[in-house]
């Protein structure tokens, strides 16, 4: 089994050294940072992890316009030609995602395309350190993008994730429509549009302790717009 976890950085300095061992714990597994020309050096925080571990840490430094959909879209293109990689994860690097869970949202991937780790499968919502604010928001959030777009996910926000890699080599990649956090919602509906076999596994998520949010009100904005879009570019496609 090998499996390339995806971490998008903006300024994790303190926290990339951390997440990075917790994945490496674990044999078989192999981290790619997409990093962002974070102002607080991450960039080279990645490249000494690299030197490092090497054949296990890997860099791709972007340049250009910065976004988290678009540093998914870099990294999960080089992800999906990495023909050693069975698996593909992708993890938020503030350790809100904790690497512990890694083997076992691949183990609930070998008969899944693609396995969402999940904060809303108890029947309440699955976080440590939310304000209600927060809480609100991600519970009204997925709510809405369930009802425009019929995902049948419990989190379709969540962007702790494992596809089987030949699955998610199926998706158009390089042509989805967002830039930011809804390029999330728009994989998880071309692959459930594509009837690939989408599972759950639960997990906790831990309110980062470390470093900054980046998320932003323009963000928000294209989250509410962007499940129309993609129902309405459906239709046209049908
Ligand atoms: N490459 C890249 N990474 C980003 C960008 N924006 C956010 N990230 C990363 O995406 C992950 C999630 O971002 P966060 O700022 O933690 O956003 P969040 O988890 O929704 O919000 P918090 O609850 O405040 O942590 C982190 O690893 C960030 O470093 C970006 O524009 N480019
Ligand atoms: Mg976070």
């Not at 090497?54 to 972007?62: F, K, Q, S, T």
């Not at 023909?83 to 183990?107: E, I, T």
């Amino acid at each position: 089994m090998n499996a390339l976890v995806v971490t998008p950085t903006y300024n994790e300095r303190e926290n990339l050294p951390l997440l990075a061992a917790g994945v490496l714990q674990h044999e078989g597994f192999r981290l790619l940072v997409v990093d962002d020309g974070s102002p607080d050096g991450t960039g080279a925080i990645a490249d000494q992890l690299a030197t490092d571990h090497p054949g296990r840490v890997e860099v791709i430094h972007r340049t250009g316009t910065r976004g988290l959909g678009r540093s998914y879209v870099d990294g999960l293109l080089r992800a999906i030609t990495d023909s050693s990689a069975d698996f593909v994860c992708q993890m938020d690097c503030d350790l809100s995602h904790d690497p512990a869970a890694l083997p076992s949202l691949v183990a609930a991937a070998r008969d899944h395309d693609l396995v969402i780790g999940s904060r809303y499968m108890n029947g309440g919502v699955s976080v440590v350190n939310w304000p209600l604010s927060r809480i609100l928001l991600s519970a009204f959030g997925n709510r809405y993008i369930r009802l425009v777009t019929n995902l049948s996910a419990s989190d379709c926000t969540s962007g702790y994730r494992c596809w089987r890699r030949e699955a998610l080599a199926k998706l158009p990649i390089a042509n989805m429509l967002s830039d930011g956090y809804a390029f999330l919602v728009e994989m998880l509906f071309e692959a459930q549009r594509r009837g690939l076999r989408i599972g759950e596994a639960p997990i906790i998520f831990i309110e980062r302790r470390l470093g900054t949010s980046k998320l932003s009100s323009n963000v928000l904005v294209e989250s509410l717009i962007m499940p129309w879009r993609l129902v309405l570019r459906a239709r046209r496609r049908l």
